[in-house]
C-alpha cells in the first residue's frame, strides 16, 4: 500500500486518505459492474493508499455494501462509511428510532461488523437535519456500540450548516467540485472550526469534468447521467452537479483549457479536479468512483498534484463566468 496523505477531523478521531473511493458504481445506477471487476477495483484503490471507502444501503440494495464489507474484513484499517435513510419515503415520518435500528442493523448484516465505522444520513429532509429527535436516536445507536460516529449527507449548504452546529455530527458529504464552489463561502470554514469532516462527492460532476463527453456522448438507460437529468429520480444536484449538460460541456471545455495551461503534461482533468478538491481548506477526504482499476489508480494519483495558484484563480474565474448564476442560488 502506498504512503497517501491521510487528513484527520477532530469529531471523528481517525485519518482518512485524502483521496477516498465512492462505490456507488459498484453497486447500481451506472450500468452493470461484475463482482469480479468490483474486487478488482477496490482492490486497486486500496494499493494506492486509499483508506476510506464511502458506500450506502441503497446501491445496489445493498450489494455495494456487501462488497465493501467482504473486501474490509480481509484489508484491516479500511474505513467504511456507509449511509442510510434512501430506501424509505423521503418523509420526516420515516426517520424514527426504530426505522434507525432497524437500516443500522441491515448494513451491519451486510458489512459484516459489529460497530459500523460512520453512519451518514443519505440526503434526508430538511426537517429531519432541523430536529433535535434525530440525533437523540443517533446518539444512542452510537452509546449501545451499533456505530462509532454518525453525520449527514446534504444536498444544500444550509443543511450542512445545521448539521455541523450539533455536537454529534462527525461528518458532512456535500457535493463539492470545481463546477460548484458554494460550500466554500461558509461550509468548510465552520466545519474547519468545528472539527467535522467534510467528505466531498460528485468531485467529477458525473464525469463532466474528466473532459470525455460531447454533444454525442450517450448513457445507457439505467445510468442516472440518462434518466436523472431532469431530476425525476432524486435531487438534479447529484448528476452532472446540476449543470444542465450544455452548459457543462463549454465549462468542461474551459476547465481542460486551464488543465493544459498551468499544469503539467500528465495531469489529466480529471486528477486536476480532484486534487482542486483536496486544495480546499477544510476537506478531509474526496471520493471519486470508478468502474475500472486503471480508474481507481489514477484518481489516487491525484493526491499527489500540486496546483498552482494561477489555476485555482482561473477556477473562479470559470465558475463566474459559466455557472455561477445557474448553481450559486440553487443548493
Request: charged share 25%; aromatic share 6%.
Amino acid at each position: 500500500m502506498s504512503g497517501m496523505e491521510q487528513r484527520e477531523a477532530g469529531r471523528l478521531g481517525r485519518e482518512l486518505s485524502v483521496v477516498g473511493l465512492g462505490t456507488w458504481q459498484l453497486g447500481a445506477d451506472w450500468g452493470e459492474v461484475s463482482e469480479d471487476d468490483a474486487r478488482a477495483v477496490l482492490g486497486a484503490a486500496a494499493e494506492a493508499g486509499v483508506t476510506c471507502f464511502d458506500t450506502a444501503d441503497v446501491y445496489g440494495d445493498g450489494r455495494s455494501e456487501r462488497l465493501v464489507g467482504s473486501f474490509a474484513a480481509e484489508h484491516p484499517g479500511v474505513f467504511v462509511a456507509t449511509k442510510m435513510g434512501r430506501r424509505a419515503e423521503q418523509v420526516p415520518d420515516s426517520y424514527t428510532p426504530e426505522a434507525f435500528r432497524a437500516w443500522t442493523d441491515r448494513s451491519r448484516r451486510n458489512l459484516g461488523v459489529e460497530t459500523l465505522d460512520l453512519v451518514q444520513l443519505h440526503c434526508p429532509p430538511s426537517a429531519v437535519i432541523d430536529d433535535d429527535a434525530t440525533y437523540d436516536a443517533l446518539d444512542a445507536l452510537v452509546a449501545d456500540g451499533t456505530m462509532a460516529a454518525y453525520g449527514v449527507s446534504v444536498e444544500t449548504c444550509d443543511q450542512a450548516l445545521s448539521a455541523i452546529r450539533r455536537p454529534g455530527v462527525a461528518s458532512v458529504q456535500i457535493i463539492l467540485n470545481a463546477f460548484r464552489l458554494k460550500p466554500l463561502d461558509e461550509v468548510l470554514p465552520a466545519a474547519a472550526e468545528a472539527g467535522v469532516a467534510i467528505i466531498a462527492r460528485v468531485p467529477l460532476a458525473s464525469g463532466l469534468l474528466t473532459g470525455r463527453f460531447d454533444r454525442d456522448t450517450t448513457f445507457a438507460a439505467d445510468d442516472h447521467r440518462q434518466y436523472n437529468r431532469d431530476g425525476s429520480a432524486f435531487d438534479v444536484g447529484e448528476t452532472f452537479s446540476g449543470v444542465d449538460y450544455e452548459t457543462g460541456l463549454r465549462a468542461a471545455g474551459a476547465f481542460g483549457d486551464l488543465v493544459r495551461e498551468h499544469l503539467a503534461d500528465d495531469v489529466t482533468p480529471a486528477q486536476a479536479a480532484l486534487a482542486w478538491c483536496t486544495a480546499q481548506p477544510g476537506v478531509t477526504t474526496v471520493i471519486p468512483g470508478a468502474s475500472r482499476p486503471d480508474q481507481a489508480r489514477a484518481n489516487a494519483a491525484a493526491a499527489d498534484v500540486e496546483l498552482p495558484a494561477t489555476f485555482l484563480d482561473g477556477v473562479t474565474a470559470l465558475y463566474d463566468e459559466h455557472l455561477r448564476e445557474q448553481i450559486h442560488p440553487r443548493w
